[in-house]
């Protein structure tokens, strides 16, 4: 087992621990004084309880009450965050109570939001347990739920006492989810160290191996926890994370608007976004095209996705950019490679290169 570290919030008040490691759920008890809460309520989700849930409950003695809800991005809602308060209020959880986020991005953010708001705020810990929870969402305070069709709309900032990253839950996880948080590994690499990102690709097949990744996913929370330390409330450098995500995120958006078949998970997009945006730092004149190319290889070395598969329109990808005809002198800041390794932000680029880096790399 291997631990973190994490000092935030004004004057670095704030300091909790995340641990990685094998078999860390069955010794939840051990990290946290467990006698200090009234109650404590685990929540998760119908594809991580069956696997999970039961090993966390018995860890703790089965003094914990267990709340499923339902997976997926669709139920981060009010809906479901009422679900939560209701089912904490029914456990007799009062202002003593903890929370054991146990899964994915999607219910450490809203757990974490339904913890934070009930009775004004409730302690809660994170195990998350998809890759890119542990190396990314688990890691920076922010949480939140979609609403209104805005994702995240509604949300805060609140650090967790701990994070507690347990490598075996990897095990259950869809290999197709493993290689999407792989993206924002790379994406660790690129922003800030450049031998990383080398290393990560260079080991294949074996980058799932629990020992590598164990590895991986300690000096990724590291990595993101450096950025955050340093911008807890996104004055600035926190958008070195946004790397590879505004045109990412224009495609999972219009691939979402396809067939289910057609749908990209977040990483499989944030890879076409990287190498896009890597196109446009090479474009600005930041990058070689040697090193496009070596970006473009290690992506596509370890399966992620390097071409588009769906034939977007390219306005319709601008449109989604913002960069479309009516938008007119709308010149967007963007966060682009200075270097491999090294990450610059608020970089004013005029829409005709964005349209050229999209064009030449996906054409
Ligand atoms: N707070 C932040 O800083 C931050 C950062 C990045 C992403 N996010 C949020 O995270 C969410 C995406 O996270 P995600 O990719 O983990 O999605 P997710 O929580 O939906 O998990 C993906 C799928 O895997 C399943 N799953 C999770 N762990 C499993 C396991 N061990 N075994 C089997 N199945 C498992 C889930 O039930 C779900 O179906 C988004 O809502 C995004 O907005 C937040
Ligand atoms: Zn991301």
Redesign the pocket.
């Known amino acids: 087992m291997q631990q973190l570290e994490i000092n935030i919030g004004a004057a670095q008040a704030e300091t909790y621990k995340i641990w990685v490691g094998s078999g860390l759920i069955s010794k939840v008890p051990e990290f946290f004084d467990l006698s200090s809460y009234s109650r404590v309520a685990v929540l998760s ?4 309880a069956p ?2 849930g039961a090993t966390l409950v018995e860890a703790l003695s089965h003094r914990a009450e267990l709340i499923v809800i339902p ?3 669709e139920a ?1 809602n009010i809906t479901t965050v009422e679900l939560v308060w209701r089912r904490l209020l029914e456990a007799g959880c009062d202002r003593k109570s903890l929370v054991l986020n146990l ?7 809203l757990g ?1 939001f339904a913890a934070a708001s009930y009775m004004r705020g409730v302690d809660f810990v994170q195990i ?3 890759l ?2 542990q190396v ?9 739920i ?1 609403s209104a069709g805005v ?2 709309l509604a949300g805060v900032f609140r650090q967790p006492r701990g994070v507690i990253i347990d490598t075996d ?6 290999k197709r ?1 493993l290689l ?2 792989l993206a ?1 590994v790379l994406k660790h690499g690129l922003i800030r160290d450049a031998d990383y990102f080398t290393q990560v690709c260079g080991l294949g097949e074996a980058v799932f191996e629990p020992k590598n990744l164990e590895q991986i996913i300690l000096r990724s929370c590291q990595i993101k926890a450096e950025v955050v330390q340093a911008d807890e409330l996104e004055g600035g450098l926190r958008k070195i994370l946004n790397f590879g995500h505004s045109i990412g995120h224009a495609i999972e958006i219009l691939s979402h608007a396809r067939l289910p078949a057609e749908h990209l ?3 499989e997009a944030v890879s076409l976004g990287m190498l896009a945006e890597a196109k446009l730092s090479e474009l600005a004149g930041f990058i070689s095209a040697a090193d496009l190319d070596h970006i473009r290889a290690g992506l596509q070395g370890c399966g992620l996705p390097v071409t588009l598969k769906q034939r977007f329109a390219l306005e319709d990808l601008l449109a989604k950019l913002k960069l479309d005809k009516k938008n007119v002198g709308g010149v967007l800041k963007w966060t682009l490679l200075r270097a491999l390794g090294e990450a610059v932000f608020d970089v004013e680029i005029l829409p005709e290169l964005v349209e050229q880096s999209l064009r030449e790399e996906f054409a």
């Open positions: 989700d119908h594809n991580v696997h999970w997976a997926g991005e981060k899964g994915g991005g999607v219910v450490g953010d974490g998350p347990t998809t890119l929870s990314d969402a688990s890691v920076g305070g922010k949480l939140g979609n994702k995240n839950t990897l095990s259950t996880l869809p989810e999407s948080g924002e998970l977040h990483g």
